[in-house]
């Protein structure tokens, strides 16, 4: 079986930046799962679809061109249909719908085998919320990464000031709490470690040391 490390946790609790540096140093497949719900967000937004309009979202959710390079001059990019859109897949509005489209059982389910399709030799690190419970429960290493909702937000302010988009910190930690919240209480897949994930707090570790305490378990 192709081996596969799976990294869930809240939202702004490092996951991304954390499975991408994995699976860089594994030259693993990368899959960014919340990624794949903000592309059908920003695909549904872009062509009008509502959120009730179930049979539509599901032949979108079959038919979306997905692309994460990890090599190459598109490395660390996000494609749909062959268009980067790494960026507008970010935004509020791609978030909120994204949220709400992970709350309908039958988009999950649509949307279960094109994750599971990443599953691909020498390996696959895969990112998200239900990696190692639902997608991947076979999976040989998995991960729960948290950091208290203050520093995440911390975190995503920093990312943000960086990109050049200005944002409040306590704006941007009420909106974190309310996905939170959401997250750990929706009715499907609610955030929940694994039976058998190994929990790392990353509230006051460097990105180094996280990758250093994965790493361990991923040799172990
Ligand atoms: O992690 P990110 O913010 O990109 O996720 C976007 C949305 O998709 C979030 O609302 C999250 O709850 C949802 N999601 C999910 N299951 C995953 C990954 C993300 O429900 N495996």
Same mark, same amino acid.
């Given at each position: ?115 599971? =399709? ?8 895969? #990112?998200? @919320? %239900? +990696?190692?419970?639902? &997608?991947? /429960?076979? *999976? ?29 910190? =306590? ?8 996905? #939170?919240? @959401? %997250? +750990?209480?929706?009715? &499907?897949? /609610?955030? *929940? ?28």
């Amino acid at each position: 079986d192709v081996p596969i490390v799976t990294i869930d946790g809240p939202g702004g609790a490092g996951k991304g930046t954390i499975a991408q540096a994995i699976a860089a140093r594994l030259d693993w497949h990368f899959l960014d799962s919340g990624a794949i719900y903000r592309l059908l967000a920003l695909d549904s937004l872009e062509a009008g679809i509502a959120v009730d309009d179930l049979p539509a979202l599901i032949a979108r959710s079959q038919a979306l061109q997905i692309e994460f390079p990890t090599v190459g001059p598109q490395a660390g990019e996000v494609l749909l249909n062959g268009v980067v859109v790494t960026t507008a897949i970010r935004d509020e509005a791609c978030g909120a719908r994204a949220s709400e489209l992970a709350a309908i059982p039958a988009v999950r389910d649509a949307l279960l085998a094109r994750q599971r =399709a990443f599953r691909q030799w020498p390996g696959l690190v895969a #990112d998200g @919320r %239900d +990696m190692g419970t639902v &997608v991947f /429960p076979d *999976a040989a290493v998995k991960i729960f990464l948290t950091a208290s909702a203050e520093e995440r937000a911390r975190r995503r302010h920093k990312q943000l000031m960086e990109q050049g988009v200005s944002a409040n910190l =306590a704006d941007l930690l009420q909106e974190l709490r309310a996905r #939170d919240q @959401r %997250d +750990m209480n929706r009715a &499907v897949a /609610p955030l *929940a470690p694994a039976e058998d994930a190994i929990s790392v707090d990353t509230t006051s570790m460097d990105v180094e040391a996280v990758i250093r305490t994965v790493m361990e378990q991923v040799e172990a």
